[in-house]
């Protein structure tokens, strides 16, 4: 089997990714919610863009549907999603990365 | 974006342009991520407006992204495709090379079967499809009289009674009539003048037609220009077809304008047509030129003399069926105002194309229905080649199996193998097609409409491609499943034996072949016996020994009716004088093959009948020494002595059937008709009756027939009269000789069309004739595929049985009944393919029957025949395989094991 292909990691699928990071399983519009809470609304995922994103972070093997959650009513209608393993390792990567740049970007006072 | 249900709505139907399998996966979720966030608006009208522009640009976003995405994914997927493909046809095109004995005859059987099929095609091409060359050919017409008592006084020339000439009197009444559904009617009527000015006076052919023709037909001229209604008024204008341009005039390129002599009046020619323009396309088909048709105004007005071919173009927007209303309606009206006339008349109304094709179109489709017997014979044979090629590929199924291809992977291997054997096929049944244009052009020429054209267009190789492939999938597909079901376990067993499937299958073939070369085999056999019952038919005249001749007075006809007799007298007499002549006699219509004149007549000893149901006879007009001649045979009384007079009453010599309609169980002899239906018509008197002979066609069924002496009928006499000369052994010489003294007499009479009686029968009998080759080629073609199947099947049987039968000649088991355990085995299909056949035939016989003459479609005679044939055919088939594995050293097989 060949690794997949990794995609390249726009805001939108690394918040999602950060907003996965917690411990607990959410669905496709708790996590539109929380992302657009959490960037203020500068990342604004709309339904479309919201599973398209998805289905590229679940191609790559970075997160995974969780078939049967039992919660109530809308189990029906909503696929929950939890980070794998490959897609905590890929989190943190890319966070290092933002790290080291962040840490640059202090040291040479672009911001405080 | 009123209520959120509205809005869910409007969103679901977005969502439809998403791409399927991406709906598939997300739509619920969306809808509810969706009517959540409708929901979290609270209904107040600038949320909503904010969400529905997000959600919008959004979409656009994501449908761009997700069918992207897709149109990669399917590309991606033909790639593997056509990989798959190419080197599965590499595999193939290897394995071809390495077994060319197998290739060369598979791709030689389908490639017959194909260029049968193709030639078949290019024929249908060629005339049933081919639009008849004139602008928008579909909205042109032909308009026929029907007669509810046959036709009355007219030039019969076509087999159908119920497509007649019209007079002038009901034609002018259908032009005016119909003016508002037909654009331009013309009618049209042969004209065959005599051109003097060359060498020798020439009989033309061509046509008379009034001046709307070539508008009607949208056809230009090639040089010059054709005539329009502008001309009327002067009728001495000529326009040449292309062939006589080139035959006649030597395609001399000022031949506009030139002044040519026909009939004693000169005509300039005006125009020259373009090479492929033919009018008309049935009927009067040799008609090279065309002059404009007028009426004196008497003639004009005159209905009882039908003579006229009725053209026309419908308006746009009219329907046949509209145009056939009318004329029904007009021919309603002519009835009732014209009782005296137009009794029982009626108007026909048809494509223009229709009436050529449908003498051809019974012909043409069962050729074809036969044409795709033999394709499907030589698929069956395929097929079969291919089974047998499977069970000695086990090892190679079994392996890949092993290996993990998957069924339909071999199924998709070994269909490309057969498609590529059809169409390597193909491409040689094309080339056999191309080869094979020029011999069957002259073939089937005879047979089809002068309109129609062999070409090789892109229909035809379109055909050939489609069929090939066709032809590939038919015969590949139960090898190819049999294939993929080919069990590894059980061939890792040892068990290398076909499967019992898979000789059913190859049974089953050879069955189905055997039915269907039955089938052909009695098509053909019974068009050879309705031959055979055709050549050997005693027309009511000689078959040999007779010559005739047309002569045409033309201009020098317009001397005195007393001159022409005595000029046909000294004919007659010089022409007797000729070393070998026997006979001599002049006739208006040759039987068979010519223009049949008829007349309605009243029996004197009868009681008056209702105007209209008067019986009709065909007439002709002879002289005294014609019967002798043609050789009629006289039943009772005499022929005309040549001394009958215009002003005695006239003389008749009537055929058996009409003596025996008119005057049942008494004699005709003195019997006496008015001839036509006035009252105060000439009163004929019988004073011979004829066996019956042949009149308008051979295998048509004779009429009542009289003859009536040329020295009492100066009217009907035209100048266009047949020359019959009897006589042992004619010698060109004598002919030559009998040409000379009649120009000697005199000098512009035209002397053409000079031809045997052998070969009028001949040309007569050429439908059936072709006909019968074709399907007798292709019923050969099927015996011997189905020959060659059933030898390859039992070939196989007994190479699968080799051990056996080795182990019983090992205990003393004789040639004799290991032969006979083959045969035993070989009529297990041979009896029940036969039975199937013999039922098919039935079926074939029906569908030919329109070709059969006295020859019923289940000729029990022809059904004996081919089961003959059939059985020494198997037999020998059988034999050769089964004396081979018996003759087989035991020892070598047992060795083998």
Request: neutral net charge; charged residues 20%.
């Amino acid at each position: 089997m060949t690794k997949p292909k990794q995609p390249r990691l726009t805001p939108a699928l690394f918040h999602i990714l950060l907003c996965l990071a917690e411990e607990e399983e959410k669905h496709g519009y708790g996590i539109m919610l929380e992302v657009r809470e959490r960037t203020a609304g500068a990342v604004k995922l709309g339904p479309g863009s919201l599973y398209w994103s998805l289905d590229r972070l679940e191609e790559a093997g970075l997160i995974e549907p969780i078939p049967e959650v039992a919660s109530a009513d809308d189990a029906k209608r909503r696929n929950y999603y939890r980070l794998t393993t490959r897609g905590k390792v890929t989190l943190s990567e890319e966070t290092q990365k933002l790290a080291i740049i962040v840490e640059l970007a202090r040291e040479r006072a672009v911001i405080e | 974006m009123t209520s959120p249900r509205k809005g869910i709505r409007f969103y679901r139907a977005l969502l439809q342009t998403l791409p399927a399998a991406f709906r598939a996966r997300h739509e619920q979720a969306m809808l509810q991520t969706f009517s959540n966030l409708s929901e979290a608006t609270g209904g107040k009208s600038l949320p909503k407006i904010r969400l529905w522009l997000h959600i919008i640009a959004d979409h656009f976003k994501t449908a761009g992204r997700a069918w992207t995405r897709e149109f990669f994914r399917r590309k991606e997927r033909r790639h593997g495709f056509w990989d798959a493909l190419f080197s599965d046809s590499r595999l193939t095109l290897w394995m071809l090379r390495r077994n060319p004995s197998f290739t060369i005859i598979a791709v030689t059987t389908i490639a017959l079967g194909i260029a049968g099929a193709t030639i078949a095609f290019t024929v249908v091409n060629g005339t049933l499809l081919r639009p008849l060359p004139y602008d928008t050919p579909e909205s042109l017409v032909a308009l026929f009289q029907t007669e509810s008592n046959g036709p009355r006084l007219s030039a019969a020339g076509l087999s159908s009674p119920q497509r007649n000439p019209t007079s002038p009197g009901n034609f002018l009444e259908w032009q005016r009539d119909a003016a508002e559904v037909l654009d331009v009617m013309t009618a049209a009527t042969p004209w065959n003048p005599v051109m003097t000015g060359l060498d020798r006076p020439d009989r033309l052919n061509g046509l008379r037609a009034t001046y709307g023709l070539f508008e009607m037909l949208g056809v230009p001229a090639a040089m010059g220009r054709t005539f329009t209604r502008a001309d009327e008024g002067s009728p001495h204008i000529l326009v040449l077809g292309h062939e006589m341009w080139q035959g006649v005039f030597g395609g001399d390129p000022q031949v506009v304008g030139l002044n040519v002599n026909l009939d004693g009046e000169t005509y300039e020619v005006i125009g020259v047509m373009p090479a492929e323009f033919r009018f008309p396309p049935f009927w009067a088909v040799e008609a090279g030129m065309w002059v404009p048709l007028e009426w004196e105004p008497d003639a004009a007005a005159q209905r009882r003399a039908a003579f006229l071919r009725v053209f026309g173009r419908i308006k746009p927007g009219v329907s046949l069926e509209a145009l056939e209303a009318r004329m029904d309606a007009i021919a309603s009206r002519l009835e009732e105002d014209y009782s005296w006339s137009n009794a029982g008349i009626g108007v026909r109304v048809e494509h223009l194309s229709e009436p050529g094709l449908s003498v051809v179109r019974p012909t043409i489709t069962i050729v074809s229905g036969f044409v795709l017997i033999l394709l499907l014979i030589a698929c069956s044979n395929v097929a079969n080649l291919l089974l047998s090629r499977g069970a000695a590929r086990q090892t190679e199924l079994a392996i890949r199996g092993a290996l993990g291809a998957s069924q339909s992977r071999i199924i998709r291997q070994w269909m490309t193998e057969s498609l590529i054997v059809a169409v390597l096929g193909g491409a040689a049944g094309l080339g056999l097609t191309i080869a094979l244009k020029g011999p069957v052009s002259v073939l089937v020429s005879d047979l089809l409409p002068v309109t129609s054209a062999l070409d090789l267009d892109y229909r035809v190789f379109g055909f050939a491609l489609g069929i090939s492939v066709l032809a590939g999938v038919i015969f590949g597909i139960a090898p190819s499943f049999l294939a993929s079901r080919q069990q590894v376990g059980a061939f890792l067993r040892g068990n290398h034996t076909t499967t019992g499937s898979g000789n059913r299958i190859k049974t089953g073939l050879v069955m189905v072949e055997i039915a269907l070369a039955v089938s052909l085999l009695t098509g053909a056999g019974l068009l050879t016996k309705s031959f055979i019952q055709l050549t050997n038919h005693d027309p009511g005249f000689s078959r040999k020994g007779v010559v005739a001749l047309d002569l045409s007075f033309g201009a020098s006809a317009n001397g005195q009716w007393e001159e022409r007799l005595v000029t046909y007298r000294t004919i007659s007499r010089k022409l007797e004088s000729l070393p070998g002549v026997a006979a001599v006699g002049f006739v208006n219509h040759m039987p068979v093959g010519s223009d049949m004149w008829g007349v309605r007549y009243v029996v004197q000893s009868a009681p008056v009948p209702v105007p209209g149901s008067e019986p009709r006879a065909t007439f002709r007009v002879a002289d005294h020494g014609y019967a002798q001649a043609i050789g009629l045979t006289l039943l009772e009384g005499r022929w005309f002595d040549g001394s009958e007079t215009s002003e005695d009453d006239p003389t008749l010599v009537i055929n058996q059937t009409m003596a025996n309609e008119t005057w049942p169980g008494e004699s005709a002899i003195d019997q006496t008709i008015r001839l036509g239906t006035d009252d105060d018509g000439p009163i004929g008197r019988v004073i011979g009756v004829y066996r019956d002979a042949g009149q308008g066609q051979l295998r048509s069924e004779v009429g009542a027939e009289f003859y009536h002496p040329v020295t009492q009928d100066p009217t009907t006499w035209n100048t266009d009269v047949t020359v019959v000369i009897a006589g042992v052994d004619l010698e060109a010489a004598t002919l030559t000789a009998a040409r000379e003294s009649i120009w000697r007499l005199d000098s512009e009479v035209s002397l053409t069309n000079m031809r045997t009686i052998e070969s009028v029968l001949h040309t007569e009998t050429s439908r059936e004739r072709t006909s019968m080759a074709i399907v007798g080629g292709l019923a050969f073609g099927a015996l011997v595929l189905s020959a060659i199947g059933l030898y390859g099947v039992l070939s196989f049987i007994a190479a699968q049985r080799k051990r056996e039968i080795g182990v019983r000649v090992a205990l003393g088991a004789s040639t004799g009944s290991i032969l006979r355990s083959g045969l035993k085995r070989a009529m297990t299909l041979v009896i029940p393919g036969l039975a199937i056949g013999m039922v098919g035939s039935l079926a074939v016989g029906r569908f030919l029957e329109s070709l059969l003459w006295q020859v019923a479609p289940a000729d029990p005679a022809t059904f004996g025949a081919v089961a003959l044939v059939l059985g020494i055919v198997s037999l020998g088939a059988t034999i050769i395989p089964m004396r081979r594995a018996s003759k087989t050293d035991p020892a070598i097989i047992l060795r083998e094991e």
